[in-house]
């Protein structure tokens, strides 16, 4: 890409982001019933998303390394579940704090904690499979056949288990403000709600994009150095 | 259908010359108990908690002893044989029945001492061991696949561990709720929500496995 449009990207993304951290704190109101705590909202449901999304990627090129066999998938994988693990514990953070801030405690066992524990302890199990094996090709294919397996609880966690234990728990009045249709979020919250996943979402790709950029140079540099050798 | 046979009745004969992953199993079972049974003493303990306290048994006794039948192959050194005589799909069917069956047997003993010990009464038996069914079957597949992961690797007990929790987290959480309807009374239903889903939840990390296990046994 041109080198400018980058540096004008990146500058878009900067302002992005300043504009919704200030909206945040500043221009957006209040939900009813949230108050104050409407702010974490901003930030806590974005960074929830982004560490599925990325866990969806890593499943994704964890198929594509078993499909072709090329080490450049694995190394693909490995780096957008680091990226995830590191926007689950920040959405894990956020979270127990909303909690304890709303119900007062730090962490309630509710269906959508229960499920970003179980992604984090995901990501700690794949990262811990990865350093238990020394060959390269050994450690690409048993990760990825690890990250496939774990992908099968994810649908559990995210569809069956919010619609067995509903009534267990106040989380209905946060669901209540996804739903875009009612009365939950009115206008200004929607644009800043919508900015920052947006941003976020900006922010998750570039940081890959620069990632996949550092790999493939790796690789070349590993190629020439072969070839001379 | 004949080479799982063939490869079950291998590991049983295996198994019953060394008893290695009988004993790991059933003692960790039973030694549990124990010591749940004597630190709680003289109280009662409410039905909610004692549903919890047999499925935690379970699950860490299971852990404990799945990891055996693949690391039997490596030390041994039949594992290349057994890839050269078999396809991958019997392999991984014939240890999936038997880690079936070992989990079985143990289910078999560590139940009804539970229910003597804790002194309590099941309501709705049906339900409990279609539960206890149903999840032995789902415990049995998620450790078997892991378990094969984890055979050539450095560190394999904590490893396994860390890596089969959240593969059978679910059947944990689902085991408990199903196991607490159970033992209250007045709820003779069988087909609970919970039931559907541990059953789809069965089936899924079946086929889940039987798919993957392919690309970790041929290399």
């Not at chain 2, 004949?2 to 198994?15: G, N, P, S, T």
Request: hydrophobic share 55%.
């Amino acid at each position: 890409m041109n080198k400018n449009i980058k540096l004008i990207g990146q500058g878009l993304l900067f302002i992005l982001m300043t504009l919704v951290i200030l909206g945040a704190f500043l221009y957006a109101g209040f939900v009813p019933g949230l108050e104050g705590l409407t702010r974490i909202l901003y930030f806590h449901v974005p960074m929830s998303w982004i560490a599925t999304l990325a866990f969806l990627m890593g499943a994704y090129y964890s198929i594509q390394y078993l499909r072709k066999r090329e080490l450049v998938y694995d190394l693909y994988a490995e780096s957008v579940n680091q990226l995830g693990i590191i926007f689950a514990l920040l959405a894990t953070i956020t979270g127990s704090i909303w909690a304890k801030a709303s119900w007062g405690a730090y962490w309630n066992w509710d269906p959508r904690e229960t499920s970003i524990f179980i992604l984090l302890l995901i990501y700690g199990a794949y990262f811990s499979l990865r350093s238990a094996i020394e060959q390269p090709d050994k450690k690409a294919r048993l990760a990825a056949v690890y990250s496939l397996l774990a992908f099968v609880t994810v649908p559990f966690f995210i569809f069956i288990l919010p619609r067995l234990y509903e009534t267990l728990h106040p989380d209905p009045i946060i669901s209540e403000q996804f739903t875009v249709k009612k009365g939950g979020m009115t206008g200004r919250i929607r644009l800043v709600f919508f900015s920052s996943l947006a941003a976020f979402t900006v922010i998750f790709f570039w940081i890959m994009h620069l990632k996949k950029v550092v790999i493939d140079l790796n690789l070349k540099f590993q190629k020439l150095l072969d070839k001379e050798n | 259908m004949h080479r799982i046979l063939l490869v079950f009745l291998k590991d049983v004969k295996q198994e019953l010359r060394s008893k290695a992953a009988i004993n790991s199993i059933l003692l960790f079972a039973i030694v549990t108990l124990t010591a749940v049974s004597f630190s709680i003493g003289t109280f009662t303990i409410n039905e909610d908690i004692l549903a919890a306290l047999l499925w935690i048994i379970i699950l860490f006794s299971s852990m404990s002893g799945f990891s055996h039948v693949f690391l039997k192959e490596e030390e041994s050194h039949t594992a290349d044989t057994l890839k050269l005589i078999t396809q991958p799909n019997d392999v991984f069917m014939g240890k999936f029945i038997f880690n079936l069956v070992l989990l079985s047997v143990v289910v078999f003993i560590v139940v009804p001492l539970f229910i003597a010990v804790f002194n309590f009464e099941i309501h709705n038996i049906l339900l409990f061991l279609l539960c206890l069914i149903l999840g032995t079957i789902s415990l049995s597949s998620g450790g078997t696949i892991v378990a094969a992961l984890i055979a050539k690797a450095s560190s394999r007990g904590a490893l396994f561990s860390v890596l089969a929790f959240p593969i059978l987290l679910p059947v944990l959480i689902l085991g408990i709720t199903i196991t607490r309807i159970a033992f209250k009374e007045g709820q003779n239903v069988i087909l609970v929500p919970e039931i559907q889903a541990l059953f789809a939840y069965s089936v899924i990390l079946i086929t889940a496995s039987i798919l993957l296990f392919d690309f970790i046994w041929n290399d």
